[in-house]
């Protein structure tokens, strides 16, 4: 182990600190220090390292050293000769000098002392185990040179075995290796078992090169050192000087930091070696600084220059933000903070710096030292998810959050979310109740400011104990609800984390919906739906559902939705016709998400919880369904105002397919005229089929999105009448010479009813896109249409034919208009606002969540791209879910105004989503 934590930084400025990932965007140039805010600290303290993951840095002060947070607090006094970071153990090895030398043992986040400081050599705990040395005993460890004795210990200093052998490590990744009296190198397990025997040509590794939290260890033989893997496999030769390693890890971005002949290169997993450059640090976010000459810059991970090197000095990328030194002398020439495009965000200004991490970086003016916060993150004051919760909470998309609109929240649930702070909940005055179970937070300011707050849920919080124990003090009339879910379903522990995200929900779902599934047979036409028949299956789904939560947060895995906590019944038809009664005692079952009644295999429907809360009253809500055997229905000439067409339905309603229509008339009983209920019907896998409604003059397309597990189409219906599916093509005479990709993206919408042409049947593809013809796509693409919704914007006038689609819209939130209360329907729609309203609409209809760190994905978007600061977060998860138009180099520009040929592939995206 490093005796002293300062020195775990490069020479050349190479700060190798793991950092959260960066961002790509055009910024006005230079902050400077009138804009910025910093916390400046006790001028006393001489040093800063670097903040880990329970929110805690370690400081000097007088030659001692001690721990403060991100709001500069001091929670552990400097009292320590020797101080390290603390490891995702919460635990940081700490020592004090004595007459016979430095003695150390560990600290918790408190500052107390949980293993005695009486050792003369520890590991880090990356493990629940650790190696230890005892000073005084006739032990010889070669590698140490010194007499000790040496053992195995747990986080509560108990011993647990005595090592015997010549050179060894501590725990990490499950493992340990060491090189036993017979010169043999053995990797052991947990168990202390020899797992894997290797060759003798190993002399040992480094006192702290234990396996480290990526699976790998630095070893050294007699030509070098190199790199091994848990199964004992030389994955880079031991051929180097020196191997660094930062924050318990050797790989980033697949490569680590090698010394060799005295110069400082990169080496891949393949052994391959990068040396074009005089000097190089670690990748972070996608960067690596690196020197030639006398000057530095960074490479991308082409090993291409993407910031030449033109600076005396640069730190590592930390939060899209890296420290840099421009003109004069290294030790004099003062520093500030470029983005990956190179450009100044925050004016040279500071004497020293760290790196960004958790919104904070260490700064250095005038001799002091301070907090300075993130000048970029500022801009959004209230967290985007928080925001994104409330909105769901109010029915409000988009528009001003009002000061009332905040205090009509008293219950907000963020459970499974991916939240790194509640940067915001403060405004919510009247919250009486919040669920932040699941979440992984490091910051909760902003609980402490809220005067009636009861409840706080937490199962399986990551909250450290500090943490907890701080928010107990600030919090003393607050009913602390803490529980561990235990993952005891096979199903959830053979759940696979790491497919990508849509087939990660996807069978998450269907675990869930597996749980909550019941099989019922009805008896005569009539069947009720009361809660004794739905509680202990709703009470499965929601176990499971918390273990799928608890599983994705033990995996450390981000999974980007809210799950559903779905009742499906499956009913034995014994009727042509059957009418479904809810009764009104379900709605006691508040876990409910979905409620599915599968009447055949042909038809089912669906009840949203929101539909069950509204209809829930009186004698609740009836659904009667009824097969129609009708073999076809003869369509005229239709008319819908922007599109006319002919149409015929016959009993082979396939395109040819060979099998007949299955009709179904559908009557429903509803306390809310306006709300609508699933309906999922039989259809062959046909990219043009839909759901139509017959109606008194011809029909009406519905839509619908095809389910391969269900072999279903699905839509929403708000009217009663006679459903069907039935192959609906659809082609535009102007867009035969678009990319085939493209051209079948707006034949499937408009087969859908969702994208529609003008009165000669084109579809305009090079034209743009107004503000009312998106919303009215969005309207029918979310089934949100509702033709008693009224306008009061001053230039959207009843009988134009976007006004009913621009009612429905503001009615929901969806939009709010400009200050002088007009929507503007002529305007063009630029790239990012559509993707801020096609991110909502995922919020708003589908428990999408914004990225916890929106710059891991940020970081993706190709250097020199334009994203609007405000649009950020929106762009960010545009990106996570492939929603972003780009040109092929991989540039966007948040500023193009949309074509619709655009559009209609961004909403396609949107489309396969809803």
């Known amino acids: 182990m490093r005796k002293n934590f300062w020195n775990r930084i490069l020479p050349l400025g190479m700060v190798l600190i793991l950092c959260l990932s960066m961002v790509i965007f055009d910024v006005r140039a230079g902050f400077n220090e009138a804009d910025l805010e910093i916390i400046w600290l006790d001028p006393e ?68 002392v949980v293993v005695p400081l009486k050792y003369e050599w520890v590991n880090d705990f990356l493990d629940e185990i650790t190696a230890v040395l005892e000073p005084n005993s006739n032990q010889l460890l070669s590698f140490l040179g010194n007499k000790g004795e040496a053992y195995f210990i747990n986080q509560k200093g108990e011993k647990l075995m005595a090592i015997d052998a010549n050179s060894y490590s501590g725990f990490g990744s499950g493992y340990s290796w060491r090189i036993n009296r017979d010169g043999e190198t053995q990797i052991i397990n947990k168990n202390f078992q020899v797992v894997r025997t290797l060759s003798k040509k190993y002399q040992g590794g480094e006192v702290s090169s234990m396996f480290l939290k990526d699976g790998f260890a630095v070893i050294k033989a007699s030509t070098g050192k190199g790199v091994i893997d848990t199964q004992g496999r030389e994955v880079i030769p031991c051929r180097y000087e020196e191997i660094y390693y930062a924050n318990s ?45 006398n000057k530095s810059g960074f490479i991308d991970l082409n090993g291409d220059e993407a910031i030449a090197c033109q600076y005396e000095k640069v730190w590592d990328f930390g939060e899209g933000l890296a420290g840099f030194q421009a003109g004069g002398q290294k030790d004099s020439a003062k520093i500030g903070f470029i983005n990956k495009s190179g450009q100044t965000v925050i004016d040279p200004a500071f004497e020293n710096v760290g790196v960004f991490y958790q919104g904070i970086v260490p700064v250095k003016k005038d001799g002091r030292w301070g907090l300075l916060k993130h000048p970029l993150k500022s801009f959004r004051p209230v967290n985007l998810a928080v925001e994104s919760v409330v909105r769901q909470t109010l029915g409000k998309l988009t528009g001003e959050l009002t000061e009332q609109d905040w205090l009509k929240i008293t219950h907000l649930d963020f459970s499974g979310m991916d939240l790194s702070d509640v940067r915001g909940i403060e405004k919510a005055k009247n919250l009486k109740e919040i669920n932040l179970s699941f979440a992984s937070l490091a910051d909760v300011t902003g609980l402490e400011e809220l005067p009636d707050l009861k409840t706080l849920i937490l199962k399986n919080s990551k909250l450290s104990k500090l943490q907890l124990a701080e928010i107990r003090l600030q919090l003393p009339k607050v009913v602390f609800q803490i529980t561990q879910v235990e993952i005891t379903e096979a199903a959830v522990k053979n759940w696979d984390t790491e497919q990508n995200t849509e087939a990660l929900i996807a069978s998450a779902q269907s675990i869930i919906e597996k749980a909550g599934k019941k099989e019922v047979i009805a008896t005569g036409n009539t069947y009720v739906i009361d809660k004794n028949l739905t509680d202990e299956s709703a009470r499965k789904a929601e176990a499971v559902k918390e273990q799928l939560y608890a599983k994705a947060g033990q995996d450390n895995k981000e999974l980007g939705k809210s799950l559903d906590t779905t009742i499906k019944l499956s009913l034995k038809k014994t009727e ?141 219906i708000g009217e009663d009448g006679e459903y069907y599916v039935k192959q609906n093509e659809k082609n535009f005479a102007d867009i035969e010479q678009l990319p085939k990709t493209q051209k079948e993206m707006i034949k499937v919408l408009a087969s859908k009813g969702v994208l529609k042409g003008d009165e000669k049947g084109q579809f305009n593809p090079k034209a743009g896109i107004s503000r009312s013809e998106l919303l009215t796509i969005l309207v029918r693409l979310s089934y949100v249409y509702d033709d008693t919704a009224v306008s009061n914007f001053l230039d959207v006038k009843a009988g134009s034919w976007y006004y009913p689609f621009v009612s429905s819209g503001q009615k929901i939130g969806v939009i709010n208009g400009y200050p002088d209360n007009t929507f503007k329907p002529a305007n063009p729609v630029g790239a990012a606002e559509m993707a801020k309203m096609n991110m909502m609409m995922l919020v708003y209809k589908k428990g999408y969540h914004f990225p916890k760190d929106e710059y891991l994905y940020l970081n993706k978007i190709a250097k020199g791209s334009n994203i609007p600061v405000w649009a950020m977060g929106y762009i960010a998860m545009a990106e996570r879910e492939g929603m972003l138009l780009k040109t092929g180099s991989g540039l966007y520009d948040g500023t193009k105004m949309m074509s619709r040929e655009e559009a209609a592939e961004m909403l396609y995206r949107l489309w396969e989503k809803m």
């Open 45 to 112: 303290i001489q040093e800063i390292g670097r903040f880990t993951e329970n929110g805690l840095a370690g400081f000097k002060k007088k030659g001692k050293v001690g721990y403060l947070n991100t709001r500069g607090e001091i929670i552990v006094p400097a009292q320590f000769d020797v101080g390290h970071p603390f490891t995702e153990h919460n635990l940081a090895a700490v020592g004090k000098s004595t007459s016979s030398g430095t003695l150390l043992g560990f600290i918790n986040q408190t500052g107390e």
């Open 249 to 293: 890890r050797l790989f980033f971005s697949g490569f680590i930091t090698a010394k060799k002949d005295g110069k400082i290169m990169l080496v891949d997993k393949n052994g391959q070696e990068y040396s074009t450059y005089d000097h190089y640090s670690r990748y972070k976010e996608g960067l690596c600084a690196v020197t030639k000459g």
């Open 576 to 716: 042509p016709q059957m009418t479904i009664k809810v009764a009104e005692n379900v709605k006691e079952l508040k876990q409910v998400d979905k409620l599915i009644v599968e009447l055949e295999e042909a038809i089912s429907l669906e009840l949203s919880a929101e539909q069950l809360a509204q209809e829930m009253s009186g004698s609740g809500l009836e659904i009667a369904v009824e097969e129609v055997k009708s073999s076809s229905h003869q369509i005229r000439q239709v008319s819908d105002g922007e599109f006319t067409y002919l149409n015929t339905v016959t009993a082979d309603g396939f395109g040819g397919s060979g099998e007949s229509i299955k009709s179904y008339r559908i009557k429903m009983k509803k306390k809310n005229a306006e709300a609508k209920v699933g309906l999922s019907l039989k259809s062959p896998d046909s990219p043009y089929t839909a759901i139509f409604r017959k109606t008194a003059t011809g029909e009406e397309v519905i839509g619908g999105k095809y389910d391969a597990k269900t072999r279903k189409l699905s839509v929403k």
